[in-house]
């Protein structure tokens, strides 16, 4: 199987700065396109940023300029930099990954457990 492991989540002040990894194990042959989700209680899971295995970036027009996607691929980690937090941002953020388990199977969708970033004002 696939397991994500998020962390790198908490409480910081409004304007303060979180960097959030998601580490990627267990039977992968190949990790296509990786990305963080975000849900507010009472909201939909939203996109927020998202980024190919060739390294092409993806932002939710709420977090442009402010958070930054990597990913390191001999780690199978994706990482979400977020400067200049703002109190809308606090939510569960969840990490995906498209995973191809061999070279003979199409690559599915795995989903982290979730890490809480709460911005107070």
């Known amino acids: 199987q696939v397991q994500l492991a998020e962390s790198g989540g908490g409480l910081v002040q409004a304007g303060g700065s979180l960097r959030l990894s998601c580490a990627a194990s267990?039977?992968?042959?190949?990790?296509?396109?990786m990305g963080w989700y975000r849900q507010a209680p009472g909201a939909e899971r939203a996109l927020v940023a998202e980024i190919t295995d060739s390294g092409s970036t993806k932002y939710a027009d709420s977090v442009k300029g402010r958070f930054t996607i990597s990913r390191d691929n001999a780690k199978n980690t994706v990482y979400l930099q977020m400067d200049s937090l703002k109190p809308e941002d606090t939510a569960v953020y969840s990490c995906?990954?498209?995973?191809?388990?061999?070279?003979?199977?199409?690559?599915?969708?795995?989903w982290g457990k979730g890490t809480l970033v709460t911005v107070a004002s």
């Open positions: 267990g039977r992968i042959f190949s990790i296509d396109a």
């Open positions: 995906k990954a498209d995973v191809q388990k061999s070279s003979l199977t199409y690559s599915s969708s795995y």
